[in-house]
Nanobody, 115 residues
Framework: QVQLVESGGGLVHAGGSLRLSCVVP????????MNWYRQAPGHQRELVAV???????NYADAVKGRFLISRDSSKNTVDLQMNSLRPGDTAVYYC?????????WGQGTQVTVSS
């Protein structure tokens, strides 16, 4: 059973920043497409950011210019730096990897942005 371990969620005021981190098993790190998703109450889960093994990055329009996804091979983590947070960013954030056609999820971490 592959488990992704997330950390870094919490409560922040609008305009603030948070950094999420997800530990990926070392044997899967190099070949995995890594993603961050989020799900707000009453909404479907949505893709927030993606980074490929080669470093290609893409973002949902709602977070472009505010969020940055990165891979850290020294720690086997995929991180999401979230700046200029808004109340609309409030959600449970999930780490996800796709490794040679197999998909794995973290347990989720709550991010709450107060106005």
């Amino acid at each position: 059973q592959v488990q992704l371990v997330e950390s870094g969620g919490g409560l922040v005021h609008a305009g603030g920043s948070l950094r999420l981190s997800c530990v990926v098993p070392g044997n899967m790190f190099r070949n995995s497409v890594m993603n961050w998703y989020r799900q707000a109450p009453g909404h479907q889960r949505e893709l927030v950011a993606v980074v490929s093994p080669g470093g290609y990055r893409n973002y949902a329009d709602a977070v472009k210019g505010r969020f940055l996804i990165s891979r850290d091979s020294s720690k086997n983590t995929v991180d999401l730096q979230m700046n200029s947070l808004r109340p609309g960013d409030t959600a449970v954030y999930y780490c996800n990897i796709n490794n040679v056609g197999r998909e794995f999820w973290g347990q989720g971490t709550q991010v709450t942005v107060s106005s």
